[in-house]
């Protein structure tokens, strides 16, 4: 390395930062891609979401939300929502540093606030536009009926 050289000594120090980075749990939700599967085993969720699987298992007691099935032989079989709840669990609580009790408050929040979500507005149609419909059906299925006996 050349002293005096500030070329040298940013990439030095560009290189001393990135563990630095690594290491402030960047690994959010954004970041890790699910693959399109039915069930996860523990295993595999513990690589994806780089956790432990002890602590996969501790939080399953402590959030109602995260219930992975049982297969036949007592293997926890994840769904991928399961996985989505492990990465928002794990973002709640090493990224925004809430305690176990705030981040399940936190997820029953977003629970009820999913839920009070208002419905999609169906268009209302008048009688009279309903009637009309149904005539249109009809002369439909005579049109159709008539062409298979035809």
């Known amino acids: 390395m050349i002293a005096g050289n500030p070329i040298m000594e940013t990439s030095a120090d560009s290189q001393m930062m990135s563990p630095r980075k690594k290491s402030a749990g960047k690994h959010t939700a954004d970041a890790v891609l699910i693959p399109d599967k039915l069930y996860f085993r523990i295993g595999e969720v513990a690589t994806l979401c780089h956790l432990p699987a002890y602590v996969l298992r501790f939080w399953e007691s402590e959030f109602p939300q995260l219930k992975p099935v049982k297969g036949s032989t007592g293997q926890r079989m994840y769904r991928k929502r399961d996985v989505e709840s492990v990465l928002r669990i ?17 997820l029953r929040a ?16 008048s009688a009279s536009e309903i009637q009309h419909i149904r005539q249109g059906l009809r002369e439909i299925l005579t049109l159709l009926s008539t062409r298979r006996t035809g």
Not at 90 to 106: D, M, S, V
Not at 116 to 121: F, G, N, R, Y
């Open 90 to 106: 794990k973002q709640l609580l090493y990224e925004q540093g809430f305690t176990i009790a705030g981040a399940r408050q936190q």
């Open 110 to 125: 977003e629970n009820k606030s999913d839920k009070s979500q208002a419905a999609i507005p169906f268009p209302s149609h």
